[in-house]
């Protein structure tokens, strides 16, 4: 039995019947990752024996929790008590954290394995890990190209069976497009619908935990272990967490979908088109109603974020300065000069852009024609799906414009900042939104389709997502290592 490639559900289910045990799993997973690792760059921190301890420990419990022994990584902006958390840049290449962040703990009371903590772009700051101040990580599917971003090496670590599932998060794509480019499916929820606290900011009221495997089923047990209320995080919501795996096999009652009108699907990748055409057909067969939707403000969200997440970010990160925590340039003679050598050395040329961009757009002067006019566009873009969700329960869109691309190939910020034109818009609106593959390229690449529902309705999202995946029969881990065995 290739433990590898079953479902994080199949190995609970095993373990739960005490046909396998927790060891057997890290064991396997801990072999996987030893074999692959030099291709894919997946991990910047692998736990091999603290995971192994921990499913020893696991193996002699009466009774285990919801994840027993399921391995999962954890993406490294994301807080591990005693254990290096980097966010992929020098400037905490050596910061080792205190306390774990929340969806640490709560993973951890259910028995999940923390396997590792996965490579990102810098501060969650860019759409293909090749931002990290460390290493690029590939995409499994084809070595050649990046497995997308921020989250990157959540998404390669999952696609490539080093880890059953895994944490990411998602400021405006983070979680789907990286999912999308390895063939996964990902969940960014609700703003407020997990806790934040122990998840280093980038844009507070953009940021969200979220998780990434390989079906649905897992993506709503995982879901349902990291949402809820935290005294940690006033922004938690308290509203009760459903059981989504039990709220997914329900009947969806012919929902109503939005589909995006022609024009603003122009330019992007034909076969992604396609696919996203025919993912509706096949939603339309199951007895679902379509309805074509404009939305006049789409056209300003990407721009809207891109003045909005680097104002928040130029703030939350003027703490690392080098005084406090974190790295501090060796040569200065003067706390200005301190400042300038650590920051400009500390951080990588995509976070320094950021900072200047926010910086500017909050500065004296200007503040009125960026970042005031860019909230008022995000109060507009809030409306129209307000107004969306009166008509529709659903509203869908490609994941991405384009199937993973090749390394170097956006030199181009802004050609870069086109890849989260589909996502950002459910991080403005702070409405869930998910992520999963519909089909493959020519060139075998995975491409994802994006259900997105009003607030607190993963339970939905979760419920037509199910459907769809049983129609679309996506085989994650037979194409996955057909593709990867004739790239290495």
Excluded at 26 to 45: N, W
Excluded at 168 to 191: E, I, M
Aim: charged share 25%; with cysteine.
């Amino acid at each position: 039995m290739n433990l590898t490639s079953l479902s994080a559900t199949k190995l609970r289910t095993l373990v739960k019947k005490k046909e396998i045990k927790a060891q057997e799993i890290i064991l396997a997973y801990l072999k996987r990752i030893k074999e692959q690792e030099k291709d894919l760059s997946a991990f910047i921190t692998v736990l091999g024996e603290k995971a192994l301890a921990s499913a020893k420990s696991i193996d002699r419990k009466r009774d285990k929790g919801k994840l027993a022994g399921i391995p999962v990584a954890v993406k490294d902006n994301i807080l591990t008590k005693g254990i290096r958390t980097t966010c992929a840049s020098k400037m905490l290449e050596k910061y080792v954290p205190p306390y774990s962040a929340t969806v640490v703990n709560k993973l951890e009371e259910e028995d999940a394995v923390v396997i590792g903590k996965t490579n990102l772009d810098e501060f969650g700051m860019g759409s293909s890990t090749e931002n990290s101040a460390f290493f690029p990580t590939r995409n499994p599917w084809d070595l050649r190209r990046v497995p997308g971003g921020s989250s990157g090496g959540s998404a390669a670590a999952v696609a490539a069976g080093e880890a059953a599932a895994s944490l990411g998060s998602d400021t405006g794509g983070s979680v789907r497009q990286p999912a999308a480019f390895c063939g996964l499916v990902g969940l960014k929820p609700t703003y407020s619908r997990v806790s934040r606290y122990g998840l280093v900011a980038f844009a507070s009221s953009l940021d969200q935990i979220g998780p990434l495997t390989r079906t649905v089923a897992d993506n709503a047990l995982l879901t349902q272990i990291i949402a809820g209320s935290d005294p940690q995080d006033s922004t938690v919501s308290s509203q009760p967490v459903p059981d989504y795996r039990k709220e997914m096999r329900r009947e969806l009652p012919s929902p109503k979908a939005a589909y995006l009108k022609d024009k603003v699907l122009d330019g992007i990748d034909p076969e992604v088109k396609d696919n996203y055409y025919r993912t509706l057909s096949v939603l339309e067969e199951t007895g679902a109603e379509l309805r074509e939707m404009d939305f006049p403000s789409w056209e300003y969200a990407l721009a809207c974020y891109y003045l909005i997440a680097p104002s928040e970010a130029s703030s939350n990160l003027s703490r690392y300065d080098g005084v406090r925590y974190s790295f501090r340039h060796p040569r200065y003679s003067n706390l200005k000069e301190m400042y300038l050598n650590t920051r400009s050395e500390g951080f990588g040329r995509e976070v320094k852009r950021r900072i200047l961009l926010g910086t500017f757009a909050l500065s004296s002067g200007y503040y009125d024609d960026y970042y005031l006019k860019a909230a008022q566009a995000r109060k507009l873009i809030c409306q129209e799906f307000e107004k969306a969700f009166k008509k529709v329960d659903f509203i869908l869109t490609p994941t991405a414009p384009e199937p993973a691309f090749l390394f170097g190939e956006k030199e181009d910020p802004v050609a870069m900042y086109l890849s989260d034109i589909f996502t950002v818009t459910a991080n403005l609106a702070g409405i869930p939104a998910l992520t999963m593959p519909v089909g493959l390229s020519q060139k075998g690449l995975p491409i994802g389709i994006q259900i997105m529902a009003s607030f607190f309705q993963e339970s939905c999202i979760f419920k037509l997502a199910f459907l769809l995946e049983k129609k679309v029969k996506f085989d994650n881990n037979k194409l996955n290592l057909r593709k990867r065995r004739s790239h290495v």
